[in-house]
C-alpha cells in the first residue's frame, strides 16, 4: 500500500460549523504534512507532525487544530472558518523528516466555506 | 529569506524536449525536489537531488548545480498527458530536521500536437 487517502473528498460549511478533515497512510511513515493550496498557486506548509508530535506549526490560525491520534492518522479539526480558507487541503507523509525522504501526497479535500 | 523562480508557463510540442528551471537562493541547502501537478489532482514525486549532476529516470531527468544554486528538470519525448504543473521545492535548511519544504509558484506546461 503506497498511498495517501484522504476523507471527504469535498467539503462545503458554513461559518458556524465544525467540521474535520482525516488523513490515513499504511507506509509506516512516522512525518506527516498538512498543506492548503489555493487555486494555481503552490502547497503551502501548515503543520508537519514526526513521530505522531506536531514539530511545526506555521502560524496557522488557530481555527485549524490539528490532531495525530496515531503513526497512521492525521486529522485537521475546523471550527469557525473563514471563506478565504476555502481551499484545497493535502495531506503528505514521508518516511521521516529526514534527508531526501520524498513526501507522498493525498488526493486532497476540496473544502468551500459559506 | 528563502525565493526559488521557476518560469510561470510554458508551451511545446508534442514528442519534443522541454526544459524547466528552477533558481533558488537560500541560507543553505538541504535538497531539491520536482513533483508534477495535474489540475485538481495532488503533487506526484518526480525526482530529487542532493548532489550535483544530472538523474536520469526514463523520460524525465533533473539536473543540479549547488554554486549556482540552479536545477532544472528535462522531459524528453513529450506526450499530451506531460501537461501539468511542473513545482520545485527545496528542503528549508533553517528549520533544522523538520522536513519543511519550500515550493516555487510552478510551471504550467502545455504540450500540444
Known sequence: DTEVTQTPKHLVMGMTNKKSLKCEQHMGHRAMYWYKQKAKKPPELMFVYSYEKLSINESVPSRFSPECPNSSLLNLHLHALQPEDSALYLCASSQDVLGGDEQFFGPGTRLTVL | ?113
Not at chain 2, 521557476?6 to 535538497?31: D, K, L, W
Not at chain 2, 528535462?74 to 522536513?99: F, H, I
Open chain 2, 1 to 113: 529569506g528563502q525565493n526559488i523562480d521557476q518560469p510561470t508557463e510554458m508551451t511545446a510540442t508534442e514528442g519534443a524536449i522541454v526544459q524547466i528551471n528552477c533558481t533558488y537562493q537560500t541560507s543553505g541547502f538541504n535538497g531539491l525536489f520536482w513533483y508534477q501537478q495535474h489540475a485538481g489532482e495532488a503533487p506526484t514525486f518526480l525526482s530529487y537531488n542532493v548532489l550535483d549532476g544530472l538523474e536520469e529516470k526514463g523520460r524525465f531527468s533533473s539536473f543540479l548545480s549547488r554554486s549556482k544554486g540552479y536545477s532544472y528538470l528535462l522531459l524528453k519525448e513529450l506526450q499530451m498527458k506531460d501537461s501539468a504543473s511542473y513545482l520545485c521545492a527545496v528542503r528549508d535548511p533553517g528549520s533544522g530536521n523538520t522536513g519543511k519544504l519550500i515550493f516555487g509558484q510552478g510551471t504550467t506546461l502545455q504540450v500540444k500536437p
